[in-house]
């Protein structure tokens, strides 16, 4: 019987991490304090970017320095950061909370979140495209450092979110792309003969993989309906029909001995954007159980841990949060709904900053006397690791802290496989240098590395 395409549930471009968010300036054997410089190689959203800055203290400086190898991931990050900077003056914590997720994880979105993510894109698209002199600059959106042509890539992928859907009366307009058809393409390519039972196959991949793996507060009408049609979070009453265009992207096939580019539906569908947010929470009351079964779901957590880290953003923009600000911030406001929120008008954070770097910096960064022992922290996503090299030691301070994402969520890797990935990362540190940190608590989704002593 034919298993299908096995090596396609991951995908091949990273949409959201397969590990869930961590503060970055914890992960070593000391807290970081001061000013430090953190260096993001492939994380695919900006979870850990959050994490981190929640648990800031208020002297503290943080940089961020990202590196992706698409364009299109950079695009979404922009897209998400620009949507946790949102005021709330311009939308509530709770609806930010709610578009934030709904972006973040589904395939189909509502007609509201599609305009706001338009609005978003159409700022996004000024941001990269004016010059260097003249551009809304924003510290925690900062693409000055990125190759012309990479920003003109990123202008192009905005202006696609923002093409008008076509109407009967308009036929210049192009086609949309359904996201059930290329969902649902990439199940069919992906459990080849076992797509009749998928249902059971469904059931499965989440009882005897996920929940074997501690994600027991995934619930399995939840799961199945995202792994069914891409339907991660569904907190409003609604309709959730229209394409989330920033979850699109290319991919080049070779078809007849030429290079041809389909537009579709490229990544994870099997692992589940649960990962990031809602399987892990310092709120022991949203992990309590009832006759065995979990009371709240991945998508409770999901969204009160994204809630506690936008209230921390906008702490850290010098606005506490109260609960009567947030009942104020939650009544709609018609000038609102219908203005634009430009890049200076999303909020400014104190001391903090996010910088996107080229796609082929990682190399380049050792030769540049800026660079020189200058990360504390160093991340490296699990697609990522084969780039880990010893001129890493280079661009590392003395004391920074390795962390590299392990293949422990990827679940169409069998255990031997994952433990042969986390024995594989073990000996590229070593090689560039890093030994284990074997101090640290056991967290055996991360794995955690310290420059070697010599």
């Known amino acids: 019987m034919s298993a299908g395409q096995v090596s396609e549930g991951a995908g091949c471009v990273t949409w959201w991490g397969f590990s869930p968010a961590r503060d970055l300036l914890s992960a070593g054997p000391v807290r970081l304090e001061g000013d430090f410089n953190v260096l993001l190689v492939g994380s695919g959203d900006p979870r850990h970017i959050l994490k981190t800055i929640s648990g800031l203290q208020n002297q503290d400086n943080l940089h961020v320095w990202v590196i992706e190898s698409s364009m299109e991931v950079v695009a979404r990050q922009l897209l998400l950061l620009y949507l946790a900077l949102m005021p709330k003056e311009s939308m509530g914590i709770n609806e930010k909370t709610e578009v934030f997720?709904?972006?973040?994880?589904?395939?189909?979105?509502?007609?509201?979140?599609?305009?706001?993510?338009?609005?978003?894109?159409?700022?996004?698209?000024?941001?990269?495209?004016?010059?260097?002199?003249?551009?809304?600059?924003?510290?925690?959106?900062?693409?000055?450092?990125?190759?012309?042509?990479?920003r003109d890539e990123l202008a192009r992928i905005f202006k696609l979110w923002i093409q008008p859907r076509p109407s009967s009366s308009s036929s210049e307009c192009a086609a949309p792309i359904l996201m059930s058809k290329v969902w649902d393409y990439r199940v069919r390519q992906h459990l080849g003969t076992r797509y009749d039972s998928k249902k059971n196959c469904f059931d499965w991949d989440l009882t005897m993989k996920l929940q074997e793996k501690g994600c027991g507060v995934i619930n399995k009408q939840q799961y199945a309906q995202w792994r069914e049609r891409g339907?991660?979070?569904?907190?409003?009453?609604?309709?959730?029909?229209?394409?989330?265009?920033?979850?699109?992207?290319?991919?080049?096939?070779?078809?007849?001995?030429?290079?041809?580019?389909?537009?579709?539906?490229?990544?994870?569908?099997?692992?589940s954007p649960y990962l990031s947010f809602g399987i892990e929470t310092e709120d022991k009351s949203l992990l309590r159980t009832q006759n065995g079964q979990h009371i709240k779901t991945a998508q409770d957590i999901s969204f009160a841990n994204v809630k506690e880290l936008f209230q921390s953003l906008s702490s850290r923009r010098g606005c506490p949060t109260t609960s009567q600000s947030d009942a104020k911030a939650e009544e709609p406001s018609p000038e609102a709904d219908q203005k634009s929120v430009t890049i200076n008008e999303l909020m400014h954070l104190n001391r903090i900053s996010v910088t996107f770097l080229p796609s082929d910096s990682l190399y380049k960064l050792p030769e540049k006397h800026k660079y020189s022992h200058f990360f504390n922290t160093i991340y490296f996503s699990a697609s990522c690791v084969h780039q880990l090299g010893p001129t890493m030691r280079q661009i590392a301070t003395p004391d920074a802290v390795l962390v590299v994402e392990l293949a422990k969520y990827i679940l169409d890797l069998t255990k031997e496989q994952v433990a042969g990935f986390a024995e594989t990362v073990v000996s590229i540190a070593l090689e560039a240098e890093f030994e284990p940190w074997c101090d640290g608590k056991s967290d055996d989704a991360h794995a955690v590395f310290i420059p070697q002593r010599k």
Not at 108 to 116: A, D, G, H, N, P
Not at 127 to 138: D, G, I, K
């Open 101 to 150: 997720l709904e972006v973040f994880g589904n395939g189909e979105i509502r007609s509201q979140t599609e305009e706001t993510l338009r609005r978003a894109a159409s700022e996004l698209t000024l941001s990269v495209t004016e010059t260097l002199e003249t551009a809304a600059a924003h510290p925690c959106l900062n693409t000055t450092l990125l190759k012309f042509k990479e």
């Open 231 to 271: 339907l991660a979070f569904e907190m409003r009453e609604g309709v959730y029909q229209i394409t989330n265009p920033s979850l699109l992207s290319s991919r080049v096939f070779r078809r007849n001995g030429e290079k041809v580019s389909y537009r579709g539906y490229w990544g994870d569908i099997v692992s």
